[in-house]
């Protein structure tokens, strides 16, 4: 897209007023009442959606990383789809797989034992979605399904800084349908990427079709009102296609996660906990951190000439992916996937990071020690003086 034109769709924003943007405050009632908590069974015509989101649209043509193909990455789709059965890094002593949990023959115990306590590891989780029995294995399972059920909803795909530079960005939201029809035909080396935190409103039925994992029910940031609101957003319904993703990053808020797969194919990189300049670098975080996800991959992997503990696999429809507090992760997908994650603190992680979590966030610290006595005696007593480590510590490298 050109400078002029995309001036000229800056210009007819500000002429409008940039909350337009949002369709929700276009038409507040089509958000609340286009889904309830049933199935929808019937979407709207396109054109009539292309016409009450034509303003959504035109924002997101204002984004400039989510509309250039420079490498021209729609032509190799044949790559993208060979790293579902091949790694990134040629020698195997350069990258490990993930292990692999089953959620239905290791207990709450042994899982935390081996995978959160000490700084943690990440781990594969199967049979999360028999577990509670899922409605979204059937709802979510593919583009057409997911479609058929939730057309009408509107999910966010990007967000609008206000052009004073004041407040917060305004959310650009476009419905599941038009998402869909925009990953058949865009081209873009980096395409928008559905990312909605707000399950309220039209996607509340979201909250019915899945269930938190036997494993994650006990959040500290979930104790009250009060600490929710410490760490609001922490789940996210996930919608991307082909060569969309997420740059190498660190959890916010010394939080771990869990993400269920359950259309699709992503791709991922894991490194151990580090900080130093050093480590930086070789991982490629500043580098990349606002480049197409997809260079990541192409650039960086083959330039990692050492055993620094990455972890590289790829996570199938039905499998639950946990990462550990700390640990540095990045994602790509392979084909259009649906995807739910939350970000969570577990008790089992705080006596590692705990010197950290208390020089960053001392008040909240302190209103955890008034009011969640039980819980930070047990941190405190299962922290090891002589090898309790800052969080952001993590690799000397």
Same mark, same amino acid.
């Given at each position: 897209?050109?400078?002029?034109?995309?001036?000229?769709?800056?210009?007819?924003?500000?002429?409008?007023?940039?909350?337009?943007?949002?369709?929700?405050?276009?038409?507040?009632?089509?958000?609340?009442?286009?889904?309830?908590?049933?199935?929808?069974?019937?979407?709207?015509?396109?054109?009539?959606?292309?016409?009450?989101?034509?303003?959504?649209?035109?924002?997101?043509?204002?984004?400039?990383?989510?509309?250039?193909?420079?490498?021209?990455?729609?032509?190799?789709?044949?790559?993208?789809?060979?790293?579902?059965?091949?790694?990134?890094?040629?020698?195997?002593?350069?990258?490990?797989?993930?292990?692999?949990?089953?959620?239905?023959?290791?207990?709450?115990?042994?899982?935390?034992?081996?995978?959160?306590?000490?700084?943690?590891?990440?781990?594969?989780?199967?049979?999360?979605?028999?577990?509670?029995?899922?409605?979204?294995?059937?709802?979510?399972?593919?583009?057409?399904?997911?479609?058929?059920?939730?057309?009408?909803?509107?999910?966010?795909?990007?967000?609008?800084?206000?052009?004073?530079?004041?407040?917060?960005?305004?959310?650009?939201?476009?419905?599941?349908?038009?998402?869909?029809?925009?990953?058949?035909?865009?081209?873009?080396?980096?395409?928008?990427?559905?990312?909605?935190?707000?399950?309220?409103?039209?996607?509340?039925?979201?909250?019915?079709?899945?269930?938190?994992?036997?494993?994650?029910?006990?959040?500290?940031?979930?104790?009250?009102?009060?600490?929710?609101?410490?760490?609001?957003?922490?789940?996210?319904?996930?919608?991307?296609?082909?060569?969309?993703?997420?740059?190498?990053?660190?959890?916010?808020?010394?939080? $771990?996660?869990?993400?269920?797969? *359950?259309? %699709?194919? =992503? !791709?991922?990189?894991?490194? @151990? &906990?580090?900080? $130093?300049?050093?480590?930086?670098? *070789?991982? %490629?975080? =500043? !580098?990349?951190?606002?480049? @197409? &996800?997809?260079?990541?991959?192409?650039?960086?992997?083959?330039?990692?000439?050492?055993?620094?503990?990455?972890?590289?696999?790829?996570?199938?429809?039905?499998?639950?992916?946990?990462?550990?507090?700390?640990?540095?992760?990045?994602?790509?997908?392979?084909?259009?996937?649906?995807?739910?994650?939350?970000?969570?603190?577990?008790?089992?992680?705080?006596?590692?990071?705990?010197?950290?979590?208390?020089?960053?966030?001392?008040?909240?610290?302190?209103?955890?020690?008034?009011?969640?006595?039980?819980?930070?005696?047990?941190?405190?007593?299962?922290?090891?003086?002589?090898?309790?480590?800052?969080?952001?510590?993590?690799?000397?490298?």
């Amino acid at each position: 897209m050109s400078e002029l034109e995309k001036q000229r769709i800056f210009d007819q924003f500000q002429a409008e007023g940039i909350e337009l943007l949002i369709p929700i405050i276009l038409d507040e009632s089509s958000d609340d009442d286009c889904v309830t908590t049933k199935h929808i069974e019937q979407v709207e015509e396109p054109q009539n959606l292309h016409q009450r989101y034509a303003q959504s649209l035109n924002a997101m043509m204002g984004v400039p990383i989510h509309n250039h193909s420079e490498r021209e990455l729609f032509k190799r789709k044949e790559w993208y789809e060979s790293l579902v059965t091949n790694k990134i890094m040629k020698d195997d002593n350069l990258s490990k797989g993930i292990e692999y949990v089953d959620i239905s023959t290791v207990n709450f115990e042994e899982f935390e034992r081996k995978y959160v306590a000490n700084g943690g590891r990440p781990a594969m989780i199967t049979n999360v979605v028999e577990e509670k029995n899922w409605r979204a294995k059937d709802r979510w399972h593919s583009k057409e399904q997911l479609v058929s059920g939730y057309g009408n909803v509107p999910i966010k795909v990007t967000e609008i800084k206000p052009f004073h530079g004041m407040g917060r960005p305004h959310e650009v939201r476009i419905p599941i349908q038009l998402y869909a029809e925009y990953d058949d035909n865009n081209v873009a080396d980096d395409p928008f990427y559905g990312f909605e935190h707000d399950m309220d409103q039209a996607r509340k039925a979201f909250h019915e079709d899945y269930h938190v994992p036997s494993y994650f029910e006990n959040d500290i940031y979930d104790l009250n009102e009060r600490t929710r609101e410490f760490y609001p957003n922490y789940k996210h319904f996930i919608v991307g296609g082909q060569r969309t993703g997420t740059n190498l990053h660190v959890d916010p808020k010394f939080t $771990s996660a869990w993400n269920t797969l *359950l259309c %699709g194919y =992503k !791709k991922w990189a894991i490194f @151990p &906990p580090g900080s $130093s300049d050093a480590y930086l670098e *070789l991982l %490629g975080v =500043k !580098k990349y951190s606002q480049l @197409p &996800p997809s260079y990541w991959w192409l650039d960086v992997p083959q330039t990692i000439k050492e055993d620094i503990g990455m972890i590289e696999c790829v996570q199938k429809p039905g499998e639950t992916i946990y990462v550990p507090a700390g640990w540095w992760h990045c994602v790509l997908n392979l084909s259009f996937t649906v995807a739910i994650t939350h970000n969570l603190l577990l008790q089992a992680t705080l006596p590692f990071q705990w010197i950290s979590f208390c020089d960053t966030y001392p008040c909240f610290t302190n209103y955890l020690k008034d009011n969640a006595k039980e819980i930070i005696s047990r941190v405190i007593d299962n922290i090891d003086k002589d090898n309790s480590l800052s969080i952001n510590q993590g690799i000397s490298y």
